[in-house]
C-alpha cells in the first residue's frame, strides 16, 4: 500500500513535520479535500490481508485522496 498524507502524530508535529496548519494547507490541494487519516490507511491494509483480496498480488494500491491524479506531471 502506498499512503499519501496521512495525520498522525509524526505528521502532526510542526517541529518535525508539516504541524495542525500545514496539514490543513496540504489538505485544500488534495481532491478528497482533506489528508487522510489512520483509520483509513488501516483499512486499505486490512483489505489487502483479507480473504477479499486473496487474489490480488504484485499491485501498489496508491491510498491518497486523488493526489496523484492531480499532481502535475
Given at each position: 500500500?502506498?499512503?499519501?498524507?496521512v495525520e498522525?502524530?509524526?505528521?502532526?508535529?510542526?517541529v518535525?513535520?508539516l504541524?495542525?496548519?500545514?496539514?490543513a494547507?496540504a489538505?485544500?490541494?488534495i481532491?478528497?479535500?482533506?489528508?487522510?487519516?489512520?483509520?483509513e490507511?488501516?483499512?486499505?491494509i486490512r483489505?489487502?490481508?483479507g480473504d477479499?483480496?486473496?487474489?490480488?498480488t504484485?499491485?501498489?494500491?496508491?491510498?491518497?485522496?486523488?493526489?496523484t491524479?492531480?499532481?502535475?506531471?
Open positions: 500500500m502506498i499512503p499519501g498524507l498522525s502524530p509524526q505528521s502532526l508535529d510542526p518535525n513535520s504541524g495542525p496548519q500545514g496539514l494547507d489538505g485544500r490541494l481532491p478528497a479535500g482533506r489528508v487522510g487519516t489512520a483509520d490507511a488501516a483499512r486499505a483489505f489487502l490481508a477479499d483480496a486473496a487474489y490480488i504484485g499491485q501498489q494500491l496508491v491510498v491518497d485522496g486523488g493526489l491524479v492531480r499532481w502535475p506531471s
